[in-house]
């Protein structure tokens, strides 16, 4: 009878433990990508109402600077298809101590964000011929679903100078 040789054979390829690891690299490249783009897409939208905030508030200063600080300027006339502008009688508290307050609005833009700011438009007569016209943007970026003037954590504020005759 011949004899047999055990020959131990050694097989190249992949362990368990090398997949594994493999597998896990692999999955913090995947949740690191998606939380990096989340977060792009989050400061993208924050960044947007920001904009929008601002703009709202260089248009409303400069339609009121427009008519030299008149005392009877009305955002309301403002509306048209794209906002809309209503008054409220709630007032959120950021009009400077010693500016008079002019009114306090709700500007509802008609897109997919849907969302609300809030307008206090303020004035002072700094000296005569000259006032100051204070214009308050504010929004609610943390709740962005919630409504009302309590519910604003950022605000955007501008104040621009007129002479009135």
């Not at 999955?27 to 703009?55: E, H, M, P, W």
């Not at 508030?57 to 009877?72: C, V």
């Not at 048209?80 to 959120?92: E, K, M, P, R, W």
């Not at 003037?149 to 104040?159: A, H, P």
Request: a neutral charge; aromatic letters at 10%.
């Amino acid at each position: 009878m011949a004899s047999q040789t055990c020959e131990v054979r050694y097989h190249r390829g992949f362990s368990l433990v090398d997949t594994m690891v493999a597998v896990v690299i692999l999955l913090i490249a995947v949740i690191g990508t998606s939380i990096f783009r989340y977060n792009a897409v989050l400061d993208g939208r924050k960044f947007d109402t920001q904009t929008t905030a601002a703009r709202l508030g260089l248009m409303l200063s400069e339609s009121w600077r427009g008519i030299n600080g008149d005392l009877e300027f009305d955002p309301r006339r403002l509306s048209n298809s794209d906002l809309t502008v209503s008054q409220t009688i709630q007032s959120y508290s950021a009009k400077p101590s010693d500016f008079t307050l002019l009114g306090s609005y709700t500007i509802t833009l008609n897109d997919s964000h849907g969302a609300n700011y809030h307008a206090i438009l303020s004035w002072k007569d700094i000296q005569s011929g000259l006032r100051a016209l204070n214009v308050v943007v504010a929004w609610a970026q943390r709740g962005a679903g919630q409504d009302g003037v309590e519910n604003v954590d950022k605000s955007f504020k501008l104040t621009v100078y007129t002479h009135n005759f």
